[in-house]
């Protein structure tokens, strides 16, 4: 089964933010205001295809609420994530970690973050290195 995100859209301005969260608790819902002051809800909903995602997304949000149902968009979660600008974050290990996958010292690891042949970044006072780069 794959996920879909689904922002639905009520023909209301009324708050109904707290009903909608809580009937669709078990969807990962988030409320807010569409552009035109409308209510919008998003979720996340299993799904084996496209279709079946929008007609368990209208059955839901028809359900939640007796507020019409305006609108509603579904998309595959990645496509949706990607259009926000949310890409993965890749798995991240600490200086120490990598040191012992790499089997040399921490001060070996932040000589090597700092003259740039082992890429990091720094966050905050810490460095933080993608897994990948030091599993061997």
Known sequence: ???YNARIEYR???DIDDQLLEALTDYGPATGRAERGWVEVYITVPAT????AFTTA???AESATDAPVLAVEVLPTDEFDARLGLAPLPEL???TEAAQSLR???QAVLQRLESGTLPGRKVGNAW????SAVVR
């Open 93 to 95: 290990v600490s200086v």
């Open 128 to 131: 933080v290195i993608q897994r």
């Open 104 to 106: 040399v010292s921490r």
């Open 12 to 14: 209301t301005r009324d």
């Open 58 to 60: 209208l059955a839901l």
């Open 1 to 3: 089964m794959k996920e």
């Open 49 to 52: 295809s496209l279709r079946q």
